[in-house]
């Protein structure tokens, strides 16, 4: 040991000694582990093959670069699905037609067991309160009860203005007052939908308060990034991660209770808050709701909402004709009675059952964009017996790994399943004769109960931008980008464009 090394060790109390000592004995233990796993890891009969090498090693590359890392090892045995280990937990990576039907209609299989050990970045009501109702499999009723009647058409056409409203202010703020400038997509729109999934769950005090808003939606981001290997593989150990994590959720909940507190002792109105407070819900359990719908609607509806006008832009043809359908949409329901109103006036007139209904080119372009950027890794957990897939076993207690690029890129499905298409779903038969072969909203058993207001919220930003501007994709010199961006799909959070930042240079056309 070098003297500089002996100087610091001598400097430390012996409480911090013996923290050191346990450190590092616990790293001796692991690493040991690990070289033995490494040395007697064999197949065994009627289990998915494991992968070779020390196993520590594998978890670390599936928290670090989860998509990669399981692509690289697809490709090394193609059509093969693979197990590897997460310290004592078994995770079996699947791929194949089989596969997918089993892993999205097997009623054993728990989604939320899986996110919550496997992801970890996912909001934990009962970290802070042990009476809170949690999101477990067995309450995914209730959590479908609840967002069917707050999400029920003749809410959605209630609150419809205010999204159109809320979408105006925030682009208002954009640049120069909302005529001109430059935004960060993965910014600005993340920040609107957040916005807009706010005012569709919780309530009005809430989302005109601009301050709680922001430190909400930061409390949000360090709980995503909290989520690192450390923290997950040794859940145990007092990473700082972990303790900002935790302390992230402390303070999410202590907000929110406030809110929903003070709403029990006001006028109600029909923001969604009262409306589980006269359903005769407890306090913790909309807490615990709220932090749940927030946390999941904001990934998958940002996403798609960023990179549907990315690849809009890229594209114009495609955009011309998105343009052109919002046009007709407006004179088929109200010819020249509206020339003289303005853009919200003329858009929130029109009902949802067409925003649903009436839109198939924009329907299409936003499920080529969610095929393309949303090829995620799904996870979940065997909480009951044996199930045989293929000629593997999961045992009990075991978790699945599947990535969606498995269907949603695969040439067989989809041919150049890169090459962004949106007539590839316009044609007489776009759906490919597979089991679940677009997973864009869930399937089986987990589909997306708040798949018709994450798609109204896309409508709504998508008609704005369209019609209220001009806008060209650039890169950070102002140029047009070259390469075009490319999702990272080993980013869990937002998918941002791999490697590099781009922006949206606009231009307001119509008030």
């Known amino acids: ?15 911090d000694n013996q923290l050191i000592t346990g450190a590092v004995g616990t790293a001796a233990i692991l690493a040991t582990t690990a070289v033995y796993y490494a040395i007697t890891s064999r197949d065994k009969e009627g289990e998915f093959p494991k992968l070779r090498g020390i196993q520590l090693y594998h978890a670390w590359n599936f928290f670090q670069r989860r998509y990669d890392f399981l692509q690289s090892n697809f490709k090394r045995n193609p059509g093969k ?39 970890g970045s996912a909001p934990r009501v009962s970290n802070v309160d042990m009476a809170t109702e949690e999101n477990e499999d067995g309450n995914i009723t209730l959590l479908n009860k609840r967002l069917n009647k707050l999400l029920n058409k ?45 005012r569709m769950t919780t309530c009005h005090d809430l989302t005109k308060n601009e301050a709680d808003l922001k430190k909400i939606g930061d409390l949000f981001l360090t709980l995503q990034t909290s989520a690192t290997p450390t923290s997950l593989l040794l859940p145990w150990f007092p990473s700082p991660a972990r303790k900002a994590g935790r ?39 909309i807490v615990g709701f709220v932090m749940t719908t927030l946390f999941a609607g904001v990934f998958n509806t940002g996403v798609i909402s960023c990179w549907m006008l990315i690849d809009l832009a890229i594209h114009p043809e495609w955009r011309e004709k998105c343009k052109k359908e919002i046009q007709d949409l407006l004179s088929r329901h109200f010819g020249d ?28 372009c936003t499920r080529e964009s969610q095929r393309i950027a949303l090829s995620v890794i799904n996870i979940r957990r065997n909480l009951c017996e044996e199930i045989k897939i293929g000629e593997g076993v999961v045992k009990r207690g075991d978790f699945l790994a599947y990535s969606v690029g498995d269907v949603h890129l ?27 072969p677009f997973l864009g909203w869930g399937a089986g ?39 075009l961006p490319v999702p990272n799909r080993n980013d869990t959070h937002k998918v941002r464009p791999l490697g590099a930042a781009y922006y949206f240079n606009f231009k307001r056309i119509m008030q």
Request: glycine residues 6%; proline residues 7%; aromatic residues 10%.
């Open 154 to 198: 003749a809410r959605m056409q209630d609150i419809l203005p205010t999204l159109l409203q809320d979408i105006i202010d925030k682009a208002d703020r954009w640049g120069n007052g909302g005529t001109a400038g430059r935004i960060n997509p993965f910014t600005e729109i993340y920040d609107l939908v957040f916005l807009m999934t706010a």
């Open 410 to 436: 695969n040439p067989e499905y989809y041919p150049e399943p890169h090459e962004y298409d949106p007539g590839r779903w316009l044609r007489p038969d776009p759906v490919p004769n597979t089991t679940y």
């Open 247 to 285: 302390q992230a959720t402390t303070e999410l909940y202590t907000m929110l209770y406030g809110y929903v507190e003070r709403r029990r002792h006001t006028q109600p109105t029909n923001d969604a808050i009262d409306v589980l407070i006269a359903d005769g819900e407890v306090t913790q359990n």
């Open 81 to 119: 699905s693979f197990s590897f280990d997460v310290l004592h937990h078994n995770v079996t990576a699947l791929t194949g037609e089989e596969a997918r039907q089993v892993f999205y209609s097997n009623p054993h299989l728990g989604l939320d067991e899986g996110y919550k050990i496997l992801m």
């Open 337 to 364: 009675f509206l020339s003289s109103a303005t853009l919200y006036e003329k858009l929130r007139a029109i009902p949802v059952t067409a925003w649903e209904d009436e839109l198939p080119i924009i329907e299409a």
């Open 445 to 483: 058993r987990h589909p997306c109960t708040g798949m018709k207001a994450a798609k109204l919220e896309m409508k709504l930003i998508l008609a704005m931008f369209l019609t209220r501007y001009e806008f060209d994709l650039v890169d950070e010199d102002g140029k047009f980008p070259d390469p």
């Open 1 to 15: 040991m070098s003297a500089l090394n002996s100087t610091i060790l001598s400097s430390v109390g012996s409480g």
